[in-house]
């Protein structure tokens, strides 16, 4: 990837073969957007809604207890796993934080998908946690696990992942729950995912198939785990 000082633009190349001219101001917003919404954040959002702002999943429970929650989620689906990325990389084991190859992945992929299981394990046990949380969390157990198995191939786009579980899980709350007040949700979900897979094609070195394989793995595997958790 080269830059023109004369024209402003980002010259790069992708897998596919295709030349990329991205203007700088693009470049940085698609970036904004990687890291707004990579797919750890994407727990604690999922979290933050169905406890705080959907109706029906944690009504009755008082706000002690919902913000409890959230902290659950925070700590073991994001604080923990990024804490591990980033020691990982302290200790030479990974060049980068942004996990650029497939070897970087695989350690990562194996320590997140530890925490994503114990905090299933942990909400299953607690009887006010709605099986729409616990079916999300086990889901994303199940997502990291196939990705660290299709990262023996090729490097499936976690980004795609992330919002592909999203959309499942609005998908399920809008067909299996409620359409009560989601509809709005729901379209700003699908918003967010076509400008997430498109960011990831403008400015990662994710091939087509790397990034819409991990979004229909995402979705697919919460559509799944929402028939298995009930």
């Not at 989620?73 to 650029?100: D, E, H, W, Y």
């Not at 609005?170 to 979900?189: A, H, N, Q, Y």
């Not at 995912?193 to 229909?216: E, M, Q």
């Amino acid at each position: 990837m080269s830059l023109s000082a004369d024209s402003g633009v980002y010259l790069g190349h992708s897998q596919n073969g295709f030349q990329n001219k991205q203007p700088l101001i693009i470049k940085w917003l698609a970036q904004l957007v990687s890291v707004v919404f990579h797919p750890l954040f994407i727990n604690g959002y999922v979290a933050y809604y169905l406890v705080f702002l959907q109706q029906g999943y944690f009504d009755g429970i008082n706000q002690r207890s919902k913000t409890f929650v959230v902290l659950q989620v925070i700590i073991n689906m994001i604080f923990f796993p990024a804490v591990a990325v980033l020691l990982l990389k302290a200790t030479g084991f990974i060049k980068s934080i942004f996990l650029r190859t497939q070897k970087e992945r695989i350690i990562p992929y194996i320590t997140s998908s530890i925490f994503f299981f114990w905090m299933y394990l942990v909400f299953r046990n607690q009887s006010y946690i709605p099986v729409r949380l616990t079916a999300f969390v086990f889901g994303v157990f199940i997502s990291a696990s196939a990705a660290l198995i299709a990262n023996i191939y090729y490097k499936i786009s976690m980004h795609g992942i992330g919002v592909g579980g999203l959309l499942g899980l609005f998908l399920l709350i809008i067909f299996r729950d409620s359409s009560f007040g989601i509809t709005l949700p729901f379209m700003t979900v699908v918003f967010i995912s076509g400008l997430v897979l498109t960011a990831r094609l403008l400015i990662s070195d994710h091939s087509v198939k790397d990034v819409y394989n991990g979004f229909f793995l995402g979705l697919i595997v919460q559509l799944l785990c929402a028939m298995i958790i009930r």
